[in-house]
């Protein structure tokens, strides 16, 4: 009878399908990735290109990811590494330098990328492509894992705040606390000390995604709402460098993004920031999800990462 009961189980999964995932979960640090190669040329030109400094909006010099270096195919568990970057060398297989790449292969969340290129000299003549090409992919994909993780856990009585005052939701992790509420504006932080992470949320008047309008919104907002210790001290953008500007879609909007380094007036305080912005046609207003992290002496490139993560969910 126990038998019978086991294959009808069976016969209703395979009638109905079943999404029920049995790999088993990836090992590894977001934007740590495992290079692997069939020889040493391309383990170190492909660890090079990886290892590059982020410039995107980083106070100090940190690189593009953490790289660990395998040669050659190892298997076992090499092959449940959350990223995976693997460079095949081999000029009777390769015309020209490719790059293609699957998920979820043997583990999950997991990126497995394979470039393949005919000689060492083309991937070096390549770099710049295949460094924006495979960053392009595994942030994706850090990014795209990080929102599944938050859609599954949020703050669920942080995002009815949001959306009581704006009409848009965002989901953030559950130890994001509101501290904040104002008009047209939320702060939410993890509240930890010498080590934060903080997303705010405004909106302002205009429907116009233009990066003047926004950087004197910002710097009116967080005057406005993010004061120090005395009223002369106040969250500023900063100048040098100046905030950079970018425009993606992300749930059938155009998304306007700001990066930079943001400043306390009057304070030795700052870090980097990001933000996205969308249009509300029928409020008249352009929303505003930041990012902000305050950690000095620390690493602060997967602390505002996985802010950022949070951003794409506004909608």
Known sequence: ???????????????????????????????????????DDAIIHTRNILQ?????????????????TIKGRKGGMTDYARSIVTTDI??????????????????RPQIIVRVGTPS??????????????????????EM?????????????????????IFGHTILTDTKMKVLKTGKDFVWLTDNTDM??????????????????TAKAARDSVMKANMKGDTPDMYMVTATHPAPTFSTTKNNGNTVMVMRGIWEMKGDAMGGP???HSITD????????AEAFVFAPGKRKRNMIKQLEAALFTLK
Request: proline content about 3%.
């Open 52 to 68: 590059a400094p982020d410039a995107e909006g980083l106070p100090q010099h940190e690189p593009l990811f953490d790289v660990m």
């Open 144 to 164: 795209s894992a990080e929102a599944g993780r938050l859609k599954k856990t949020h703050n669920k009585a942080a995002a009815r705040t949001v959306d009581s």
């Open 90 to 107: 081999n000029a009777n297989k390769y015309e020209s330098t490719k790059i293609e790449y699957d998920r979820n292969v043997f583990a």
């Open 195 to 212: 080590k934060t992470q903080n997303i705010c949320i405004y909106a302002y008047h205009g429907c116009k995604l233009d990066p003047k």
């Open 1 to 39: 009878m126990k038998h019978y009961r086991l294959a009808t189980i069976a016969a209703i999964l395979l009638m109905y399908g079943c999404s029920c995932d049995m790999k088993t979960t990836s090992g590894g640090r977001p934007y740590e990735v495992v290079v692997t190669g069939n020889s």
């Open 281 to 288: 046609s029928t409020a008249m207003k352009t929303i505003t």
């Open 273 to 275: 920031f990001v933000s």
């Open 120 to 141: 060492a000299t083309m991937l070096n003549r390549d770099s710049i492509q295949v460094q924006k090409t495979l960053c392009s992919i595994l942030t994706r994909f």
